[in-house]
């Protein structure tokens, strides 16, 4: 997989980051979700660079002009509910991209410390030979994006992955290394170096779900 961390240059996102873990900031939720978006919206120029582009003609106000412009056979997949704010990032870029949405979250049995990843929702159109762009702003463990990418299978088989996710754990990181495609891409605003007891990323940045959109009731 290649690996492409933001964070490693400064730019405009650290700020963006910054803002995101600070618990401060993170008292103004409407804030918290205009953080993740731009950071979508800065992760999807990044990845526009690798896209295929085409010559196509346009007219203006006073001459024929050729452009180039990007081949348009992508789909958007995120996360539920979480991914929402990073998928109006992707969508302010690539706004004529098709949409894919899928709930994947931990499910904790008897012990608060271990967890199964399910999958309860999925909409998708056919994914034969397209780029398929997986949207998830937190990368713990790395089982939710594998268990999403296993759960589109059946929709079949895109020619391009790429992952995006604001804020990811070192760990996280090999684990997709192991369990997607070696030419898989991954555009991610910043890596932590480790995960607690529980699985979340330390020092993180919290829950981003509540933070985005409130607290949920656990069941």
Known sequence: MI????????SIINQFIAELRDVNVQKDSMRFRRNIERIGEILSYEMSKTLNYTNKTITTPLAEMDVKTYV???????VLRAGVPLHNGLLNYFDAAENAFISAYRHHKDN???????????????LNNKTLIL?????????????TYKA???F???KNLHIFAVLGAKEGVDYLEKHLPKDAHLWIATVDKELNSKGYIVP????????AFGEKLQH
């Open 112 to 126: 608060p410390e271990s967890f199964e990843i399910v999958v309860e929702y999925l909409a998708c159109p056919d």
């Open 135 to 147: 949207a998830d702003p937190m990368l713990a463990t790395g089982q939710s994006l594998v268990a």
């Open 204 to 211: 993180g940045l919290g829950d981003a779900g509540d933070l």
């Open 156 to 158: 079949g088989v895109p």
């Open 72 to 78: 348009n056979d992508l789909v958007l997949c995120s």
């Open 152 to 154: 589109l299978q059946p």
């Open 3 to 10: 690996v492409h961390n933001l964070s490693e240059k400064n």
